[in-house]
């Protein structure tokens, strides 16, 4: 995990011999396209903009760290950060609360204690009142300049060490396709591995269907394969 942070040390020529690969599970390509798909189930992909499922209690973990850039003054920012916050500590990773329709009456209790003014935009920041995505997008637009520190593409160009790559299929905060576009990323002939699993998710874990139990046994045994021949340098067979 963390994507950058490990990429750029496996790309650093500081740590060549030192570093034997890199495993990344769930990493992401592009942070604020992860930002944009965590809140509203959407990624551009190949010149078509695409829609899956996605866990709907993301939005105001995403919308708490762009607070700064939505044009507030810092006494009310910091009351929309509180707020928001609460509502994370509320509902993430609790069962039956990943829908909006589950999660909108802890929203409008969170949002009584708010001043009038500012409780649209809590709202808005759960995706719970129109006008999410266009602010979103804005801030995103806004913030873009301060998190080129997390773009992977340099790093990723220069690593020297074999790479595995594995992403879980049905995963509701990053998208499966970053995985695919990390891929992409690597330079041309880079010995590397990519497993797409539908037993792992982003904080989850889940049993395979029956008709894919083989698939997914397979897969997880190229993955912990990959986890011990990777530090001494090495890739599995393909």
Request: neutral net charge; hydrophobic residues 40%.
């Amino acid at each position: 995990f963390g994507s950058n942070p490990s990429i750029s040390l496996c790309g650093d020529p500081r740590y060549a011999g030192r570093v034997g690969g890199l495993f990344l599970f769930g990493g992401y390509a592009d942070f604020v396209r992860v930002c944009r798909f965590a809140t509203l189930g959407e990624i551009e992909h190949r010149g078509e903009l695409l829609h899956f499922p996605y866990d709907q209690t993301n939005a105001p973990g995403v919308f708490l760290n762009i607070a700064r850039f939505q044009g507030f003054a810092a006494s009310d920012e910091a009351v929309l950060v509180a707020a928001w916050r609460e509502m994370c500590m509320r509902t993430w990773n609790r069962p039956g609360l990943q829908r909006l329709e589950e999660l909108r009456p802890i929203a409008e209790q969170v949002a009584d204690d708010l001043p009038l003014a500012l409780r649209e935009r809590f709202l808005q920041g759960c995706n719970l009142a129109p006008g999410t995505r266009e602010i979103l997008l804005e801030s995103l637009a806004r913030c873009a300049p301060e998190v080129k520190f997390a773009d992977p593409t340099g790093p990723l160009g220069r690593i020297q060490v074999p790479v595995a790559l594995a992403h879980g299929r049905d995963d509701l905060v990053i998208s499966f396709l970053e995985a695919e576009h990390l891929r992409s990323l690597l330079p041309r002939g880079h010995p590397h591995r990519f497993y797409m699993t539908g037993m792992f998710s982003h904080g989850r874990s889940e049993a395979p269907t029956p008709g894919r139990v083989r698939t997914e046994l397979q897969t997880l045994l190229g993955m912990l394969e990959s986890m011990a021949t990777l530090p001494l340098g090495k890739l599995p067979r393909a």
